[in-house]
């Protein structure tokens, strides 16, 4: 059986004291054929040199360097460099469980799906706590009854990229639940597994968790947007 090359699409600023830990766990994956797409996102620290390291050494991995533009679009600059027919996700500060990769890309090999997603585990100092988000359910999703799944979590066909469109690069918080209200509207199908496959790690200088509050609001406001025209098409 011929397995398909998976982009891992990796957005990086200031993660320097992660991103070996991140790097390691797609390289320790039982899936060999990924390529690693990392996009320095003007780091202010040793990120990119850190990243840049492991390229050398290791022809699966792409370092790009940009002037510090924000998340989205360091992700869209890492979708013009993926090459894979997959599309996975990772973050510079989190990591994988080694066999994330396998489970995800045979789910979408054997299903009638367009993207699977999968739990996670919150990375604590030492502690690994499991956390139950559950599938997209695009129904309770779109009407604010659903919080939506883990989005780091994606493994998705380029395909559906192309059908969605990349990141919004206005929205500095939150494009993450955009993107997914835009996948939602355009009816991609959606497949989950229940192993906590992804992990997030939890820490003070997180973007995500500093800009919460913010997210909370930019997420609403873009449901309540998509919601009008989910409404419509229903």
């Not at 002037?67 to 013009?80: D, F, I």
Request: proline share 3%; with cysteine; charged share 25%.
């Amino acid at each position: 059986m011929s397995y398909p090359l998976v982009s891992i699409v990796m957005p990086a600023y200031n993660a320097g004291a992660y991103i070996d830990a991140a790097i390691r766990s797609i390289q320790e994956q039982t899936y060999k054929n990924w390529q690693l797409c990392i996009v320095d996102d003007g780091s202010t620290d040793l990120t990119a040199d850190f990243a840049q390291t492991f390229a050398n050494t290791d022809g699966r991995i792409v370092v790009e360097r940009i002037l510090h533009a924000g998340c989205p679009t360091a992700r869209n600059v890492s979708l013009q460099i993926a090459q894979g027919d997959i599309i996975a996700k990772l973050d510079a500060d989190d990591t994988h469980e080694p066999e994330r990769i396998e489970k995800q890309v045979n789910y979408l090999l054997k299903n009638d799906v367009d993207i699977v997603t999968c739990e996670m585990n919150w990375l604590k100092g030492n502690l690994k706590l499991k956390k139950n988000v559950g599938p997209m359910r695009p129904g309770l999703y779109m009407t604010g009854k659903s919080n939506g799944p883990v989005c780091a979590s994606i493994v998705t066909w380029r395909r559906v990229y192309d059908q969605v469109g990349g990141y919004d690069e206005t929205q500095l918080a939150g494009s993450d639940g955009d993107w997914n209200f835009r996948a939602v509207l355009a009816g991609v199908k959606w497949g989950h597994l229940p192993s906590h496959w992804y992990n997030q790690r939890r820490h003070g200088n997180q973007l995500s968790q500093a800009n919460r509050i913010m997210q909370r609001k930019v997420h609403e406001e873009a449901r309540a947007k998509y919601a009008k025209a989910w409404r419509g098409r229903t």
